[in-house]
Structures are given as structure tokens and as C-alpha cells.
């Protein structure tokens, strides 16, 4: 048994061994690593635990350092703003990093002992685009409010929701009517005439 063996043996695809590239300014060299990451998640989606990110990205030596140019993508899941049911999607971004001695992970990454690491980039770049408002698909029809229904199942009977200018409309209404049969206020606006002094109601 070798118990020196390190935990983090999982994580070092992503650990790019760059001294040779540096010898030269200019120097490329191709990588692609795919490899699942945890803890890839935020409000709204996450990358399915065990799913591979995949890395395909040029290292290129310069001067000061290492810069990492390239795309990211992951396989992502989550539920519909609309209407809770599953989302899910793929998500690709382009990264263009630099790694430098003593960088931070702010402005540049770290370049220690020549290894590039490009874990904490390709977490950046995913969490960055991760959706926090997915949607199953674009035209989602989401859930009814008044009912709860699923509408991309079959539509319900429910009244569409009211326009503003209705409700403002239905509030005047209600204002100067004030006994009911709101329904037909409308059709017999005659005796709503009458009864404010109008001679003018069979007029017109
Ligand atoms: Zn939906
Ligand atoms: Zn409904």
C-alpha cells in the first residue's frame, strides 16, 4: 500500500505542465480534457454531478506567463422559470486567460511550478454561464396563475389574464354602477344615463 499516493489524482488532467512550452515565447501547444468537476452549480441549474466539462484550449507561452485561449462546455440541467418542469441544455463559452507567477485568480490565474491548472478557469467560465432562469424551450407556455395547469399540456378554461387598462376600465365601472350586474352595465348603459339627470340617453 502506497499511502502517499495523492487524493487529487482525479483533478490532474487539468494540471498542464508547462515548462518545456516556456521555453520559448510563441510556443503552443493543444489540450483537450474532459473530466467532471463538482460543485458546479448555481440558482436555477447546475452540471449534473459525475457530467463530464470538456476543455478544448491552445496554451501559448508569453511573455510573463501562459495564455489560455479556447472553449468551454458543459452539459447542464435545471427547472423552467415558466413552468418548474426540466430544463436542460448545453452551455459553450470562449475563454482567453492569461496565467502568470503569483497571479491571484483575479486578473490572471496562477502559474506555480510551471503547472497551469486549468480547473479553476473552466469553473469560472461555467459557473459565469450557467442559466439562473432556464427555460425547457423558448416558447414555453409555462403554468396558468390561476389555476396551476401546465398550458404546454392542454390549454385550461380560465379567463386569459387582464390587460391593466381593463382593470382600470372595470374599476370605473364598478365606481358609477355600484348595484351589481356589472355584465350588462355595458349593453344598458341607457339606465346608468337616466339615473345622473341624462335626457340625452335614446339621443345619438
Ligand atoms: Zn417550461
Ligand atoms: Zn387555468
Known sequence: MTASRS???AASVFRVDVRRLRRAVGTRSERHVTEAVEGLAV????VPDGEPVEADVVLEAVFGGVSVTGTVR???SGSCRR???PASGTLAVAVRELFTPGGDGDETYPLDDDVVDLEPLVRDAVLLELPTAPLCRPDCRGLCPACGADRNVAPCSCEPPRDERWAALDVLRRASGGEGDEGDAASTGGAEAASTGGSGGAGG
Open 7 to 9: 487524493p487529487a489524482r
Open 43 to 46: 440558482t436555477g441549474s447546475a
Open 74 to 76: 458543459a452539459p447542464w
Open 83 to 85: 413552468c418548474l418542469g
